[in-house]
């Protein structure tokens, strides 16, 4: 396989998985076992794009909340702030005691199998509730930790942990919890990127593939963009076991091929 084709394929696989509940690290640490390790730049540029296709689909949201346009915003907009100070303070804890993603694949998919089973409790349990959309502090506070979660056990999935610890936590609405989960997305991944980038001043850029970069940049960002939007129209009228079974299945082919 050309570098060229590998580029895009990784592009298209955080672009695919970075907001589906399916675990983009995972998917990527998976990909980059066969495909080869990309350098932290790489994995950075692809993240970016991901990010600015979220931001490109809510930026009429984002303007309203950054406006404080009446009290619905400015609430919704502390409560964002609230999941992300509590990430903050839970991913600079999990830093001072040195816990970082592993490297290998078996925990990968342990967590898309384990991952897998957990949504389709949580579905089973909130089946009969009616959709509640009302963010409480409550489940603002347990999104923030859920992202802590999953920054620290690959496969987990950002994306689906926060939504089902919304979920959890009483927003019955899939549509509410998903809206909340992709918003404060944005400022954790902006925050996880720009850290990226620090760590990176003072190497050596000389050798770096910049075509690469933007190829794989563009094929995260053109697909997260499809992926975001066709998730939030399936949400309206779908529950989320289909990602639970892909989950398991997964998990278990994986489990089985590195046995």
Do not use: C
Request: charged residues 15%; glycine residues 8%; hydrophobic residues 60%.
């Amino acid at each position: 396989m050309s570098e060229t084709l590998q580029t895009l394929l990784l592009g298209i696989i955080e672009g695919l998985t970075e907001f589906l509940p399916i675990s983009s690290t995972g998917h990527l640490l998976i990909a980059e076992h066969w495909l080869g390790a990309r350098s932290d730049l790489f994995n950075v540029a692809i993240q970016a794009g991901a990010i600015l296709a979220v931001v490109l689909i809510y930026w009429r949201r984002l303007l309203d909340l950054l406006r404080l346009a009446g009290p619905d915003n400015r609430d919704y907009l502390a409560k964002l702030t609230l999941a992300f100070a509590v990430t903050v303070t839970g991913g600079l804890i999990a830093k001072q005691l040195g816990l970082e993603l592993p490297e290998t694949v078996w925990p990968v998919a342990l967590a898309l199998v384990i991952g897998g089973i957990v949504i389709l409790l949580i579905e089973w349990r909130t089946r009969a509730h009616a959709p509640m959309a009302h963010f409480t502090w409550n489940a603002a506070f347990w999104v923030g930790a859920a992202q802590v979660l999953a920054a620290v056990f690959p496969g987990t999935s950002r994306s689906a942990a926060t939504i089902f610890a919304a979920m959890l936590a009483g927003v019955t609405s899939r549509p509410a919890a998903t809206e909340f989960a992709f918003l404060v997305g944005i400022p954790t991944m902006f925050a996880a990127t720009g850290y990226e980038l620090l760590k990176l001043r003072g190497t050596d850029t000389s050798l770096v593939d910049w075509n690469a970069l933007l190829l794989g940049f563009a094929a995260s960002a053109i697909v997260a963009f499809a992926a975001v939007k066709w998730l939030l129209r399936y949400v309206q009228t779908h529950r989320f076991t289909v990602f639970a079974w892909y989950r398991i299945v997964a998990g278990l082919v994986l489990l089985w091929l590195v046995r």
